[in-house]
């Protein structure tokens, strides 16, 4: 049951598509009526050979009696057949089978069934046929070049004579032999010659340089990995719109001046196929260039006609046959004509001084011209150069307005952009002249004096100077106390009950020096006497260290250097206001008190009130815990 289902189905599929094959036939039919309808009242039909085989039953329909094939030598002979209508009667071919034959991939089908020959090459060699007498497209002599292939050719002459031959060129054809060998190209299976491309190329910028245009240029080469070298160098150089093309891609075309790589210098390859060089020979109007090994191609192919013709009529060396157009008879090198322009320049009236450039417009002229400012000075520039564009060097001399002092500038720039720069003639406050520029604000040197600084090093070592002689001094009354100490018992003294008027006095030059922060005591106790040999010489040591200015800065913890050195000078009273928080080990230099042993203890007391009592016991009585300060 299952399979009756299936099979049924397979039935009902294959029907549909029957019947829709059969409509889209039917349709089919239809568009071709229509068209035919159209196309019977038309006098020509055009249409490529594979357009006809598609439109075979269209063809069949309009039955045209008339059949032209253009380009005929290079359809395939089955390829035309399959397309000609059955009612046809008159079968008219148009082509040229000494040029390219058709195109076949199969090498045995070329070569033992002979599948490249067209229809109208085989007919043509049995058949009567007409064959144009007059070519109207290249010069004259061009033709010689062919003339084994159409010996009977001539030249419409009224046609052809505005094909100028290349002016920077000294003859109209040329071949530009060389052995340099081919290599494989990268790109491909295909071949390349370098040397080729180098020669190419400099002969395209030649022509560039006496005016021809990059589209009136077509570069022909017989192999794709060539083609390709070539196409990159111009893109390399941004060389835009030259033609460039295999030679079997180019028949049927043509252009004023034809470049040819021939590519191989030791094979031949299908450079023998006569039918290529019919093509590579015949596609120039004005000048026509061959780029190869001229003894390989003359060694007997059907190249050798022309190598031959080329060589009677010295149109074929190992140098090409640059000319100047403008100089006659000059020396051209490889960078071009080596004369002077000497061509006058329209724009300005001058002769042109720059290297012969050829057709190319004058570059910009350089001579020499003398003109005048707006502010009247005279001056020299380049004729090229527009006097806008150009700014008055000569040196002025302005003098300023505030000061009177005179200097100089460019003509151009403006008195308001310059300030003087002469040194200040004022004295500061402090009676030194001014270090500072003229137009510079003196207030600014104020604190900055040189003259001062100078003299304040020059006091700083002097006191450097007393400072080292003190210490030295010291430094001997320590080491004699220090003997002295070693056959005395070890003992301290200190007097902590000072007589009043000795106390009042001490303590009003302390208080002088030392603020009232906070909650804070200070205890001022007198060393009268020392014999602890360890406590002396930390004493002494301490005495040193005051007595060196460069250590003072240091004395102080948690305060700033700057801010160390002006408590060492002046006390601590303008700094109450900053609320300095000072430990019971700090050292103080109190240089203003009497020269006697002084103790100073600065206790504080901003800690908790069951503490207070510890830290007061502390500073009163743990004496060896202190830095000492001298004198």
């Known amino acids: ?24 036939s039917e349709l089919n039919e239809l568009e071709a009526q229509v068209n035919a309808t159209v196309i019977e009242h038309a006098s020509v039909v055009g249409m ?208 004023d001046i034809v470049l040819v790589s021939l590519v191989r210098t030791s094979k031949l390859g299908f450079l023998a196929e006569p039918n290529r060089m019919c093509v590579a020979a015949s596609r120039a109007r004005c000048g026509v260039y061959f780029f190869g090994n001229a003894v390989l191609l003359g060694s007997g192919c059907c190249w050798k006609d022309l190598i031959s013709h080329m060589k009677s009529n010295k149109l074929c060396s190992t140098s090409f046959p640059f000319v100047c157009p403008v100089h006659v008879g ?51 520039r380049k004729c090229y150069q527009k006097e806008k564009d150009l700014y008055c060097q000569q040196t002025v001399s302005e003098t300023h307005a505030a000061c009177g002092h005179v200097f100089t500038r460019k003509c151009f720039r403006s008195p308001s952009e310059f300030t003087c720069d002469l040194r200040c003639e004022r004295l500061l406050s402090c009676g030194h002249p001014c270090p ?80 009232t922060v906070g909650r804070s005591s200070v205890i001022v106790s007198v060393i009268s006497e020392i014999n602890n040999s360890r406590l002396l010489e930390s004493w002494l040591t301490a005495r040193l260290a005051i007595q060196d200015g460069g250590m003072v800065l240091y004395r102080f913890k948690l305060v700033p250097d700057k801010d160390s050195d002006h408590i060492a000078r002046t006390g601590l009273t303008a700094f109450a206001q900053k609320d300095w928080n000072f430990t019971a080990q700090s050292l103080i230099p109190l240089t203003q008190l009497d020269s006697r042993f002084t103790l100073v203890r600065f206790a504080v007391l901003q800690v908790k009130p069951r503490r207070r009592r510890a830290v007061q016991q502390s500073c009163n009585t743990e004496v060896d815990n202190f830095n000492i300060a001298a004198e």
Not at 1 to 24: I, N, P, W, Y
Not at 351 to 360: A, D, E, F, P
Request: net charge positive; with cysteine; proline share 3%.
């Open 436 to 515: 500072l520029k003229c137009s510079e604000d003196c207030s600014a040197a104020v604190s900055g004096c040189t003259m001062c600084a100078e003299q304040r090093k020059i006091e700083m070592k002097r006191q450097q100077e007393e400072n080292r002689r003190k210490v030295e001094l010291l430094r001997r009354e320590r080491e004699e106390s220090l003997k002295r100490l070693k056959q005395k018992p070890t003992s301290i003294r200190i007097v902590s009950r000072l007589q009043a008027d000795l106390w009042s006095d001490m303590q009003h030059q302390v208080s002088q020096f030392l603020p």
């Open 330 to 380: 000059s020396r051209v090198g490889r960078d071009g004509c080596t004369l002077i322009c000497n061509g006058l320049i329209s724009t300005c009236g001058h002769v042109c001084q720059s290297l012969c450039h050829g057709q190319k417009a004058h570059p910009q002229c350089k001579q020499t011209v003398k003109f005048k400012f707006p502010c009247g000075h005279i001056s020299s």
């Open 1 to 24: 049951m299952a399979r009756s289902t299936e099979e049924d189905v397979h039935t009902e599929v294959g029907d549909f598509v029957d019947r829709q094959s059969q409509k889209l």
């Open 48 to 255: 490529t050979t594979t357009g006809a085989a598609i439109n075979a039953a269209l063809i069949n329909m309009i039955s045209p009696k008339i059949i032209i094939v253009e380009e005929a030598a290079e359809i395939l002979e089955a390829q035309l057949l399959a397309v000609l209508p059955t009612d046809a009667q008159h079968l008219i071919m148009i082509g040229d089978h000494q040029q390219l034959r058709p195109q076949v991939q199969c090498d045995v089908l070329k070569r033992s069934h002979k599948m490249d020959v067209s229809m109208f090459e085989r007919l043509i060699k049995r058949l009567p046929h007409n064959q144009l007498g007059y070519q109207c497209r290249m010069r004259e002599e061009f033709v010689e070049l062919i003339r084994p292939l159409y010996p009977s050719l001539g030249t419409h002459h009224e046609l052809v004579k505005q094909n100028t031959a290349p002016s920077c060129i000294a003859t109209s054809m040329f071949f530009w032999t060389h052995t340099n060998h081919e290599q494989q190209s990268e790109h491909s299976r295909s071949w390349k010659n370098p040397e080729e491309v180098r020669r190419i190329i400099q002969v395209v910028q030649w022509l560039l340089q006496y005016g021809y245009e990059t589209k009136k240029i077509t570069i022909l080469t017989s192999y794709k990995g060539q083609l390709l070298e070539i196409r990159s160098k111009l893109k390399q150089l941004k060389i835009e719109g030259t033609v460039t093309s295999t030679i079997d891609r180019y028949q049927g075309d043509e252009n």
